[in-house]
């Protein structure tokens, strides 16, 4: 079971505690729909490039497309909580920008160790890639240095 962290303060007193039900319902689904994305990266969207459409973000909410189009259009510009709720990426995806916050502490450690293992792994990738006759850069690092101690002796 994926958790999600709600700030009940924000949820009862916050920016949009003044808005409509299904304004609220939308965003609170929406943090839910991120959270349940392959990379939980605050993007709603199936992998980079390809976005949830409107029409599939509407469905999930149970909401029209012209009540889910004046939410985004409130989450965009929302002027009681001084900043923008949301951005459109490059590829169409919807991002939260307050992603972060509703990140328990473990999720941010965990992200941070997954990003560190990658980082790990990328470089003994790298220290492997077969190079030449099937030698791998270790072998060929290895093979040069008997070369240059064979030449001194």
Avoid: H
Avoid at 14 to 28: E, H, K, N, V
Avoid at 92 to 97: A, K, Q, R, V
Avoid at 126 to 147: F, H, M, Q
């Amino acid at each position: 079971m994926d958790w999600l962290k709600l700030d009940s303060k924000g949820i009862l007193r916050g920016s949009l505690a003044q808005s409509d039900y299904t304004t609220q319902l939308i965003w609170i689904k929406m943090l839910a729909m991120a959270n349940e994305t392959r990379d939980r990266d605050g993007y709603l969207r199936y992998a980079i490039g390809k976005p949830y459409s409107l029409e599939y973000i509407a469905q999930i909410c149970n909401v029209t497309m012209a009540e889910l189009e004046n939410a985004i259009d409130l989450f965009e510009d929302d002027v009681r909580a001084g900043k923008s709720r949301i951005q459109f990426a490059e590829d169409g995806s919807i991002f939260l920008s307050n992603w972060n916050y509703y990140q328990t502490s473990s999720e941010k450690r965990i992200a941070k160790q997954i990003a560190i293992a990658k980082a790990k792994q990328t470089k003994r990738t790298a220290d492997n890639v077969i190079v030449g006759l099937g030698r791998t850069v270790n072998e060929l690092t290895s093979a040069v240095k008997d070369l240059k101690n064979n030449k001194e002796k």
